[in-house]
Structures are given as C-alpha cells and as structure tokens.
C-alpha cells in the first residue's frame, strides 16, 4: 500500500511543481523517460528471480508465491508503480543537480551534473535496498551477474542493483540533453 500512496504522492507533486512553474513541464517527458529505463529493469530482476521475498532478518520467506508465477496482467500493475518511484527518483537526482549547479545542466553536458546524479543514485540505491532488507520486503540473489558487494543482516547488497542505477543515470542524462528544450525557445506558463 505504501508503494501505490508514494506514487500518487510523486505524480501529485511532480504536477504541482511543474503547475507552480518551479520545474519545466517537460519534466513529464523526462519523468516517462525515468518511469520507461525503471520497467526495463524492474522487468528484469522479476524475471531473472533476482528479487525474493525475504522474512525481517533476511531468511528467505518459505510459502510465499513467486511473483512470476502471476498472470503478467497481475504484474504489470505493480512493476508500472514501481517504475513511477524509479522515475521519481531520477527527477530527484535532476532536481538536485539543477538546484546545485543550475538549469544550463539541462542544455550542455556537466560532468559536476552526472557526478551529483550518479552519486544520488548509489545513494539512494543503497538505502532502499537496505531499507527493503531490514523490512523483509526482499533480498536480491547473488549470482554470476550480481556478486556481492557486502553482506547485510542475512542478506547480501549486489553489483547489479548499483550498477542499473548508474547506467540508468547516464541513459536519464543523455535523454535530458536530447529532450530540452533550446535556450531561444523559453517555456510557456504552466497554466493560470
């Protein structure tokens, strides 16, 4: 329940920062493009079986179904508002670059701005899959593809969930440059 309220929470806010004229609105492009790279990899790990449901400690959670084991119309739902969180957090890392070094990052390249967002993304990444650990909500399985990079309570923190988020952060960067708009082009008002 928690994951649907914060993605209504990031869609509500969103639209009023972009209704108050504090960000641009295509910020939404922006935010379709953090919600689409999310799917891509939300997609993956549910598949792969690389996330478990996990008891608070870090046991594995015996009895409960595989979440693959669902009609992919039962999943989508889920994996679309997680990909509303992933997108939401792109943009904070956008923000927060934008905040700290100012909206030309939106127009040319920045080294200082990638910087800031990668290392929101490691960041944030972290503390939510520790987050997820310490709650029992799940784990990601080592494996060839994820070694571990430290163990946490019963569980262990992988490359691969670090990794996703700083190739993610370069392809939500990449596409910010292609999207913006020219600096001749200013914005309209949001609305009245």
């Not at 928690?2 to 929470?9: R, T, W, Y």
């Not at 990444?125 to 520790?130: R, T």
């Amino acid at each position: 329940m928690i994951v649907v309220i914060g993605a209504i929470i990031i869609l509500g806010g969103l639209f009023l920062s972009i209704w108050r004229g504090r960000l641009p609105r295509f910020y939404w492009l922006l935010f379709a493009v953090g919600a689409a790279i999310g799917m891509v990899w939300e997609l993956g790990f549910t598949f792969s079986h690389m996330g478990y449901p996990i008891l608070p400690g870090g046991a594995p959670a015996p009895g409960i179904p595989d979440i693959t084991d669902l009609p992919l119309y039962a999943i989508l739902p889920l994996l679309l508002i997680v990909s509303i969180w992933d997108a939401g957090l792109f943009l904070v890392g956008l923000v927060i670059a934008r905040t700290w070094l100012g909206p030309q990052i939106e127009r040319r390249f920045s080294w200082a701005a990638l910087l800031v967002m990668l290392i929101w993304g490691q960041v944030q990444s972290l503390v939510i899959e520790i987050y997820a650990i310490e709650t029992g909500m799940w784990a990601y399985a080592p494996s060839p593809l994820n070694p571990t990079l430290f163990g946490w309570e019963e569980a262990q923190i992988g490359f691969l969930p670090q990794f996703v988020w700083l190739l993610g952060y370069c392809a939500f960067y990449a596409a910010l440059l292609k999207l913006s708009p020219p600096e001749s082009a200013p914005e309209p008002p949001a609305s009245a």
